[in-house]
């Protein structure tokens, strides 16, 4: 049971545990242990059908499900079923219209994070996926996919008529199908 003081803490604001290895505070001192272990790699619960490891008990509930094909997840909206809350959520907003992600550059509205981060890159012209066999960059890993495959066609073809990367390093085409 919570106590009075923690109780206050909560409603006050104040954090009074303080991580000792950065600036992370919080009012529950279970919160703080939890993420300590971010910082020491501890993983104290473990899955018993694979070597999945976690931190959290709910995130290693969730694994198990992908092990079980419990989707306890229902949408109110249609047939689809999750094994995740999130999953869900983001699923409804299919239905809802939704789009809660919103670009700080321009008008455009997303119902993903992921989505509305590679949309900002758009504005701010970063590229960090990169390809180090040639200095190609892209804001998107299927770009990535996609030229990378640009450098396997060539060796596949072996050469012949091939529209693969010119700035290539060759030794990595070779190596990479050995």
Do not use: V
């Amino acid at each position: 049971m919570e106590s009075l003081i923690a109780r206050q803490q909560k409603h006050s604001g104040e954090n009074p545990h303080l991580c000792p290895h950065c600036d992370y505070r919080t009012n529950n001192s279970n919160d703080l242990k939890k993420h300590i272990r971010t910082h020491t790699g501890e993983k104290p619960q473990l899955c018993p059908h694979c070597d999945f490891r976690t931190i959290q008990s709910s995130t290693l509930k969730t694994h198990i499900r992908t092990h079980t094909g419990e989707k306890p997840q229902l949408c109110p909206h249609c047939d689809y079923r999750t094994n995740h809350s999130s999953t869900l959520k983001r699923h409804i907003r299919t239905h809802t219209g939704e789009k809660p992600q919103l670009c700080p550059h321009c008008d455009y509205r997303t119902n993903q994070s992921s989505n509305l981060k590679r949309h900002i890159r758009t504005h701010t012209g970063e590229k960090p996926q990169l390809f180090p066999h040639c200095d190609y960059r892209t804001n998107q890993s299927s770009h990535l996919k996609r030229h990378i495959r640009t450098h396997t066609d060539l060796y596949m073809s072996k050469n012949s008529g091939a529209s693969g990367c010119r700035k290539a390093d060759h030794k990595f085409i070779h190596l990479w199908h050995m």
